[in-house]
């Protein structure tokens, strides 16, 4: 089992930057392809970042590319997301989730998500 625990949302004005984090205990990080999505009130879940169990690999959506960088430390079991130039329209629950394969079989975990409410 894998604990996931975001933190660093808040309210910020338009333009401003956050930076949110993930830190995980119960198991290494480091075999999970990490990401981040994010929950609008009365809109679906959505893709936001992902990043590979390396490192080596980031994905983004069209709406936060340029403006949103994923990273993560192995060491730390710690996935961070930088927002920066935040707009109104980010405003939502940030969800960090883990995932990996082993054969047939998918692990995946989530968070309990955290709020950035960004003002304009």
């Known amino acids: 089992q894998v604990q996931l625990v975001e933190s660093g949302g808040g309210l910020v004005q338009a333009g401003g930057s956050l930076r949110l984090s993930c830190a995980a205990s119960g198991r290494t990080l480091s075999s999970y392809a990490m990401g981040w999505f994010r929950q609008a009130p009365g809109k679906e879940r959505e893709f936001v970042a992902a990043?590979?169990?390396?490192?080596?690999?980031?994905y983004y959506a069209d709406s936060v590319k340029g403006r949103f960088t994923i990273s993560r430390d192995n060491a730390k079991d710690t996935v961070y997301l930088q927002m920066n130039s935040l707009k109104p329209e980010d405003t939502a629950v940030y969800y960090c989730?883990?995932?990996?394969?082993?054969?047939?079989?998918?692990?995946?975990?989530w968070g309990q998500g955290t709020q950035v409410t960004v003002s304009s």
């Open positions: 989730n883990a995932v990996r394969k082993a054969g047939s079989a998918v692990f995946q975990y």
């Open positions: 990043i590979s169990w390396s490192g080596g690999s980031t």
